[in-house]
């Protein structure tokens, strides 16, 4: 709505300026392209931020009770060690009663955080304001038609094989944040 507005006073400032049959074609294109402008819905910012002021990177699993939150504790403690302003969420599409036990005494053993303390539901808000979104072989097109997350299908479960989900992560999370960490052009 305020690109219409904003069109329309841009389109009777010139009115002023200008006799009608010059400014007739003028209020068309610009009534066109208000409509344009409309029609494509909000514009959204480079990458979205949290309240926090940093960028979400949003890992999410079937149960969001594994995977999902071993990225994201392994993610946090990276980014910050980088410097970076990113910080990592994860969610389930199907959110299990409690987290996975092999991952939370994963996670114990290597000194992070298992972290939400419960699986949460993933949504379209979530993926809205997340600046990146990693799935783990879930579908979250339910969720959020239309979104392109990235993903890391082959990151074994953590009961199977603890060290092997980790190792897989970590291979991930390498070329993530190296990605992140690259000056934009």
């Known amino acids: 709505m305020n690109r219409l507005l904003a069109a329309c006073h841009l389109a009777l400032r010139s009115a002023v300026r200008y006799s009608w049959r010059t400014m007739s074609p003028m209020l068309i294109h610009a009534t066109v392209a208000a409509a344009l ?3 494509a819905g909000p514009v959204p910012s480079e990458e979205p931020v949290a309240s926090d002021g940093k960028k979400v990177v949003l890992f999410v699993c079937e149960h969001g009770a594994a995977k999902s939150v071993m990225a994201a504790a392994h993610f946090n403690q990276r980014a910050k060690e980088r410097k970076l302003p990113y910080r990592a969420v994860a969610k389930g599409t199907s959110p299990q009663e409690q987290l996975s036990e092999s991952a939370v005494k994963g996670l114990a053993a290597e ?5 939400p303390s419960r699986p949460e539901q993933v949504t379209a808000a979530d993926v809205a304001g997340a600046a990146r979104v990693v799935t783990f072989g879930c579908d979250i097109s339910k969720v959020a038609p239309g979104s392109r997350p990235e993903s890391w299908a082959d990151v074994p479960g953590p009961s199977e094989d603890y060290a092997a989900s980790r190792q897989a992560i970590d291979r991930h999370l390498d070329a993530l944040l190296a990605e992140l960490d690259r000056p934009k052009k």
Do not use: S
């Open 37 to 39: 402008l409309m029609l």
């Open 111 to 115: 000194g992070l955080a298992a972290l």
